[in-house]
Nanobody, 125 residues
Framework: QVQVVESGGGLVQPGGSLRLACTTS????????IGWFRQAPGKEREFVSC??????SAHYGGSSKGRFSISRDNYTAYLQMNSLELEDTAVYYC????????????????????WGQGTQVTVSS
């Protein structure tokens, strides 16, 4: 049974940091690309970051570049978020995809097979 479970969300002040974790089971982790997406109320799901299967390479969406860092190890993926802004408030989702991409990264939500339930991140003063 496939499981994807996000954790680490919460309330943080602007400029603060959070580290999200994505714990997976039920599939061969090293065979899958891992992506992070977010969705704010009334908005479409937005690509945040992804890391490909081995050889691992990271890719970031425009809003997260320079502030967020993705990593993965032993069936768990992480998203370190620094310098958080009010606009980062959203539900953050982790997803896994076994697709191949010539670019080395997959940003389309429809290309991901397994999704977690999400974890709420609220940035507020």
């Amino acid at each position: 049974q496939v499981q994807v479970v996000e954790s680490g969300g919460g309330l943080v002040q602007p400029g603060g940091s959070l580290r999200l974790a994505c714990t997976t089971s039920g599939f061969i982790f090293d065979d899958y690309n891992i992506g992070w997406f977010r969705q704010a109320p009334g908005k479409e799901r937005e690509f945040v970051s992804c890391m490909s299967r081995t050889p691992e390479s990271a890719h970031y969406g425009g809003s997260s570049k320079g502030r967020f860092s993705i990593s993965r190890d032993n069936y768990t993926a992480y998203l370190q978020m620094n310098s958080l802004e009010l606009e980062d408030t959203a539900v953050y989702y982790c997803a896994a995809s076994d697709r191949f991409s010539t670019t080395g990264y997959i940003i389309r939500p429809g290309a991901y097979d397994y999704w977690g339930q999400g974890t709420q991140v609220t940035v507020s003063s």
